[in-house]
T-cell receptor, first 117, second 109 residues
Framework: SAVISQKPSRDICQRGTSLTIQCQVDSQVTMMFWYRQQPGQSLTLIATANQGSEATYESGFVIDKFPISRPNLTFSTLTVSNMSPEDSSIYLC??????????????FGPGTRLTVL | KNEVEQSPQNLTAQEGEFITINCSYSVGISALHWLQQHPGGGIVSLFMLSSGKKKHGRLIATINIQEKHSSLHITASHPRDSAVYICAVPLNRDDKIIFGKGTRLHILP
């Protein structure tokens, strides 16, 4: 199994500022995913971060707004830039264990709750 | 005891079969999510529901708040339905999300 930690667990930020969320995994993983859950909504995938390459963003998300770093196989950061109240959400990172198809387990971080005033 | 439990853990079925995946939870929740993960891919949100039933195409999700139980049904299953299905519940007290371990579904052609 993989243990994932996220920092910060929660934060309250002012409009126009940026916040970087860290995701640390206790084992090497190929793919890391960043999700957002807006209040009252389900999870939405923001991007997939692979080590050594640019992150792949989902429709509706752009690198300028959500820059992602993936410097090694155990760590990633997501920055929420130029924040507005609409960015108030829970942000989660998750990892897919290495393995064969249908033998993958999905592990999630505890989430970062962001409130933008 | 896990706060969110899914059953079965693994399920292999023939194309066309009716599929049921169950989720039981022991915590107070405001809503429950059903997620789908394809091999090597991210997660797709299928449903978020807090009462009753929702339907989308061949997928049906039901929830019984009193019994703390939800089911995901797939009618006329197809090999492309093969994926891991995850039940997830956000906790009321701190908005942390508790995920079930997933049900690995394999539909044979």
């Amino acid at each position: 199994s993989a243990v994932i930690s996220q920092k910060p667990s929660r934060d309250i930020c002012q409009r126009g500022t940026s916040l970087t969320i860290q995701c640390q995994v206790d084992s090497q993983v190929t793919m890391m995913f960043w999700y957002r859950q807006q209040p009252g909504q389900s999870l939405t995938l923001i991007a997939t971060a692979n080590q050594g390459s640019e992150a792949t963003y989902e429709s509706g998300f752009v690198i300028d707004k959500f820059p992602i770093s993936r410097p090694n196989l155990t760590f990633s950061t997501l920055t929420v830039s130029n924040m507005s109240p609409e960015d108030s959400s829970i942000y989660l990172c998750s990892v897919d264990s290495l393995g064969l198809p249908f033998n993958n387990e999905q592990f999630f971080g505890p989430g970062t709750r962001l409130t933008v005033l | 005891k896990n706060e969110v439990e899914q059953s079965p853990q693994n399920l292999t079925a023939q194309e066309g079969e009716f599929i049921t995946i169950n989720c039981s939870y022991s915590v107070g929740i405001s809503a429950l999510h059903w997620l789908q993960q394809h091999p090597g891919g991210g997660i797709v949100s299928l449903f978020m529901l807090s009462s009753g039933k929702k339907k989308h195409g061949r997928l049906i999700a039901t929830i019984n708040i009193q019994e703390k139980h939800s089911s995901l049904h797939i009618t006329a299953s197809h090999p492309r339905d093969s994926a891991v299905y995850i039940c997830a519940v956000p906790l009321n007290r701190d908005d942390k999300i508790i995920f079930g371990k997933g049900t690995r579904l394999h539909i044979l052609p």
